[in-house]
């Protein structure tokens, strides 16, 4: 076969594959999800397996937090109750629902918080532990196993993963992640940044806008002190403010997707792409990016706002301080009107084909 022939035919090829790529429909890892709960609660003792359950409208499905334990009682079963199986079970829970990345994060704000544990202790020796990896909790809401609709929840502090799962569907927010020291000042992983991505590329897109565009974007020279949607608060953002997407251009929309991918592909790569569906679908002209904080050296805040996505990221003082460096991060992602999965559970109630599957 003449070169230019074989040439051509594995280019056609190639674009036939990719055609046909683009036509899969994205579809949630429900069952690896599922059997992955299931699993884990399997390997429990029936008295941890008992403390792990909870009914699928329990107060605890929205009862976390990003404080310490010693702030904020959790329930479940926290890592420290947890035999070395368990642990793997737990890690295969987290592994079936995250992607590479968000596995990472994840794991990285609980050794990060290991680490904030020892030094703590070199501070007040005699203290009982507020920080470590054994204090995060996973509970099971509903039955993985014969439930329609039913979820799980990994709570500690700076970090809060609330999953749905309704019939072949994914609900994986409200999330909350936060490091403290953001980026680690010293020892043996001085320079380690868990949330550095976050941090920098909304940065970067704050930087790019012009003077008029800033204008728009800035809603306060000064940063709040804490994200405004965080745990109880889900409801006080109503209105998007700021500088609408619509206003940027070219290169300043690539800074925003890359911004906005790097919350949602924190999740399983078909979980992602759904999200990303819902969120395009509902109008990327219709969100807004706002900043607040403007002196240098100061504290600094962002939100990403539209029908079907909340984002708020700050980089603050370190609790208990007003002054000195800035190293303390906390962020959201949230769905307005589906947070755990509120709108697919209504519509597995309410859709007469789900009533007739019964």
Not at 91 to 109: A, E, R, V, W
Request: net charge neutral; with cysteine.
């Amino acid at each position: 076969m003449k070169p230019l022939l074989l040439s051509s035919i594995l280019i056609l090829c190639s674009a036939v594959a990719s055609a046909a790529e683009n036509d899969i429909k994205y579809q949630a890892p429900v069952k690896k999800i599922r059997n992955a709960a299931m699993a884990f609660l399997t390997s429990l003792s029936p008295e941890l397996r008992e403390q792990a359950s909870f009914s699928m409208d329990d107060e605890e499905r929205r009862a976390w937090s990003n404080l310490p334990a010693s702030s904020f009682k959790r329930k479940g079963v926290s890592f420290k109750e947890m035999s070395p199986e368990q642990r793997s079970g737990a890690h295969q829970l987290l592994q079936s629902t995250l992607s590479s990345q968000g596995y990472l994060k994840t794991t990285g704000i609980m050794h990060l918080d290991e680490i904030l544990k020892s030094m703590a202790a070199i501070r007040r020796p005699n203290r009982t532990p507020m920080f470590g990896h054994d204090l995060y909790w996973v509970g099971i809401f509903g039955s993985p196993e014969k439930d329609d609709a039913w979820g799980w929840q990994l709570d500690g502090h700076h970090l809060a993963l609330n999953i749905t799962v309704v019939g072949n569907e994914v609900a994986v927010r409200p999330a909350f992640m936060g490091s403290d020291p953001a980026r680690l000042p010293e020892g043996v992983y001085s320079g380690w940044n868990v949330q550095g991505a976050e941090d920098e590329k909304g940065k970067a897109l704050f930087e790019s806008l012009a003077t008029n565009q800033r204008a728009k974007a800035i809603i306060g020279d000064t940063a709040p002190r804490d994200v405004i949607t965080g745990p109880t608060r889900g409801d006080q953002l109503k209105t998007p403010i700021g500088l609408p997407v619509s206003d940027l251009d070219t290169k300043q929309r690539r800074l925003f997707m890359s911004l906005l991918n790097e919350y949602v592909h924190n999740y399983e790569h078909d979980i992602a792409h759904i999200q990303m569906e819902r969120i395009m679908k509902a109008g990327l002209d219709k969100i807004h990016f706002a900043w607040a904080g403007t002196k240098d050296d100061a504290p600094y805040y962002y939100r990403i706002h539209g029908p079907t996505v909340i984002i708020e990221f700050d980089n603050h003082y370190p609790p208990g301080r007003s002054s000195g460096p800035i190293n303390h991060i906390h962020s959201v992602f949230r769905e307005p009107g589906n947070d755990y999965g509120d709108l697919l559970r209504k519509h597995l109630l309410e859709s007469p084909h789900h009533q007739k599957s019964k």
